[in-house]
């Protein structure tokens, strides 16, 4: 046997916590739909913090909401006092994204199971959704308008402003 060391922790730790990435850029970006957007097809949600933290009003284990932390190797630090430190911080290089993350754990069972339902209204999370310029073609309007009708969800959809062939 072997002693258990400080990155088994962590290692443990980060194997029972949920993430779920956000952006706080108030409007659409390049650089965003570049990334993210796989074939350049893809959707975003648009939601305010207030929205996103009542969308989980339903839930009933704890759902954290936090900023992603972004380091410069060159200037290290370490911060103690939050035991989701690990998983609030990026490399500078990504700070275009101001990120935001809503984190949750996982009990004994989920982490076997490695999943986790959370509750979420949708209702009070999606203030509208962006379609990128080349989803329109793929059908995915309808599915949306589909989903939306079904759900009795409100909310507008809108073509991205980020139209550019470099997409």
């Known amino acids: 046997s072997g002693a258990y060391t400080y990155r088994d922790g962590l290692e443990k730790f980060r194997a029972s916590v949920l993430v779920s990435s956000w952006t706080a850029i108030d409007s659409e970006s390049f650089a965003m739909w570049k990334m993210y957007a796989k074939d350049k097809i893809g959707v975003a949600i648009k939601t305010t913090f207030e929205r996103l933290k009542a969308s989980f009003q339903d839930e009933e284990k704890d759902v954290y909401i936090g900023e992603v932390q972004y380091y410069d190797e060159n200037r290290p630090g370490y911060r103690t006092g939050n035991m989701f430190y690990s998983v609030l911080v990026k490399h500078k290089y990504y700070q275009f994204e101001s990120e935001v993350r809503c984190i949750s754990m ?9 999943y986790k339902n959370i509750s979420v209204d949708l209702n009070s999370l999606i203030e509208a959704v962006y379609v990128s310029p080349f989803a329109y073609e793929t059908g995915i309007i309808d599915v949306i308008e589909f989903l939306k009708n079904k759900h009795e969800l409100d909310f507008e959809v809108f073509r991205s402003g980020v139209n550019d062939k470099w997409l």
């Open 106 to 114: 996982l009990d004994q069972k989920e982490t076997e199971r490695n």
